[in-house]
């Protein structure tokens, strides 16, 4: 993310960020708005705007057995992040408002884990191991390689907002979904957070 964004964001439901405490609730059955994940404030442009860089639009995680498409996400109009809408529970969306996969920062994916509609593309993420490969391919069909450091599932009143969003010169990524058990509501606890760094 750009080194001078305040992070504030909260998770609503889906996937999304908006600015306070910060949570991604990325995808459950009963969850099919988009915001619910952590991001920058609304002013921030898209590295790919001000760098001129292609955006993703692919990504792979063999080890797991997921591959999906990329949509491009930005912020709802409160300020979280947006989240694949339910209907397209089995695509990814990378946040356009941090760095494009393989640049320096840390570039966010987000997906669901499951929607109404049932399985969601990162329902299967919770199986992910430290050392896992994960290649991200450009709208060009270049590919950005990044393994797998480690994971964590969070409570969405404690989402670890800095240190998803937060400047860094590694060229890092981060993926969100939901985790946990759920509510009385029937909404997800906790936010599953994988962190990788570029080969």
């Given at each position: 993310m750009v080194p001078a964004v305040p992070l504030v964001l909260a998770v609503l439901a889906g996937c999304s960020a908006t600015p306070e405490p910060a949570t991604a609730d990325a995808g459950h059955a009963r969850s099919s708005t988009a915001s619910d994940a952590p991001g920058p404030d609304k002013g921030t442009e898209s590295s790919q705007e001000t760098k001129g860089t292609l955006p993703p639009a692919k990504v792979d995680i063999p080890s797991v057995g997921i591959t999906s498409s990329l949509m491009v996400l930005g912020l709802n109009a409160d300020g979280t992040v947006e989240v694949p809408p339910a209907e397209k529970g089995m695509t990814?969306?990378?946040?356009?408002?941090?760095?494009?996969?393989?640049?320096?920062?840390?570039?966010?994916?987000?997906?669901?884990?499951?929607?109404?509609?049932?399985?969601?593309?990162?329902?299967?993420?919770?199986?992910?191991?430290?050392?896992?490969?994960?290649?991200?391919?450009?709208?060009?069909?270049?590919?950005?390689?990044?393994?797998?450091?480690?994971?964590?599932?969070?409570?969405?009143?404690?989402?670890?907002?800095?240190?998803?969003?937060?400047?860094?010169?590694?060229?890092?990524?981060?993926?969100?979904?939901?985790?946990?058990?759920?509510?009385?509501?029937?909404?997800?606890?906790?936010?599953?957070?994988?962190?990788?760094?570029?080969?």
């Open positions: 990814a969306g990378w946040y356009a408002g941090g760095p494009v996969p393989g640049e320096a920062g840390p570039a966010v994916i987000i997906g669901h884990n499951d929607t109404r509609f049932g399985k969601a593309v990162f329902h299967d993420l919770k199986k992910i191991a430290k050392g896992a490969a994960i290649t991200v391919t450009n709208t060009a069909g270049a590919d950005a390689h990044f393994t797998v450091t480690g994971t964590e599932s969070v409570g969405k009143n404690a989402f670890p907002t800095e240190k998803v969003y937060g400047a860094t010169k590694d060229h890092a990524l981060r993926l969100i979904t939901c985790d946990g058990g759920f509510d009385a509501q029937g909404h997800p606890v906790n936010n599953l957070i994988v962190y990788a760094t570029q080969d």
